[in-house]
């Protein structure tokens, strides 16, 4: 189902969940209804390091294909998963989905790519990057945030932003103003071991991230086959990989 593209020697190992790719079952249900059918990986700088298209075979299971590129903390790699899906509810239109870690067997709002499989958090060790960096640094964060969307650039004041409604403004005016007290106008930067993070966005993959990815995978959306099985792509996946049971 996996298959290695190259191996990097000294890979990092990071305690925070956000450092590595995250694939929420719930952004994905309501991407997929949307129609931005692609999740794409990208970190701090901008840079995609992964691309996946989720593919449901029924309402109960869902393939997963992915590729991802090298970071500080995982090789290149590419392959394919299976997921159960149960949900909140008798009708999937109206309750959330959750998936079922393949390990533990939990039902999760999300799993975490690391190690070549994906699986819960709590599988993989992993905590909340909040929950490591102290609350300093955590509402140094916050603070500085708050700061990029209410101060002008040109004045270097605060400002409500075009299309912010008035109550939002001053709801976001009070808590900046809450932290720098509680923070007495002194930041604090997170360690550099929690620097690394990786964010998803569900949109529908340009003509030049199909290309770097090496796959056209546009043909990922077609119909599955009479065996409800997706369509894999023979270029992305080996002979091996194309079974995925």
């Not at 070549?116 to 990057?129: A, F, Q, Y």
């Not at 004045?155 to 007495?184: D, E, F, I, V």
């Not at 995978?217 to 996946?237: G, I, N």
Request: proline share 5%; charged share 30%.
């Amino acid at each position: 189902m996996r298959r290695r593209e190259t191996h990097s020697e000294g890979l990092r190992v990071y305690a925070h969940v956000e450092a590595y790719p995250r694939f929420d079952i719930q952004e994905a249900s309501r991407a997929l209804r949307a129609g931005t059918p692609d999740v794409v990986w990208q970190d701090r700088q901008v840079k995609n390091i992964g691309l996946a298209v989720p593919i449901w075979e029924n309402r109960n299971r869902l393939f997963l294909s992915y590729i991802f590129e090298d970071t500080p903390n995982m090789d290149a790699c590419r392959g394919s998963q299976r997921f159960d899906v149960v949900y909140d509810g008798p009708f999937e239109r109206f309750h959330k989905p959750y998936l079922i870690c393949p390990s533990c067997k939990d039902k999760v709002q999300f799993v975490c790519f690391k190690d070549e499989v994906w699986l819960c958090r709590t599988c993989h060790g992993l905590k909340n990057r909040t929950a490591l960096i102290g609350t300093k640094a955590r509402r140094s964060e916050q603070a500085a945030e708050l700061e990029r969307v209410l101060v002008d650039p040109d004045t270097r004041t605060l400002a409500r932003p075009s299309g912010m409604h008035q109550a939002t403004y001053q709801r976001k005016r009070a808590r900046l103003s809450k932290l720098n007290k509680q923070l007495s106008h002194e930041r604090v930067d997170a360690s550099t071991d929690y620097a690394f993070v990786i964010t998803a966005q569900w949109r529908k993959a340009s003509a030049s991230e199909l290309e770097s990815a090496g796959a056209d995978w546009d043909k990922r959306h077609a119909p599955a086959t009479a065996a409800s099985r997706p369509l894999v792509t023979p270029s992305l996946l080996t002979e091996d990989d194309q079974d995925p049971d």
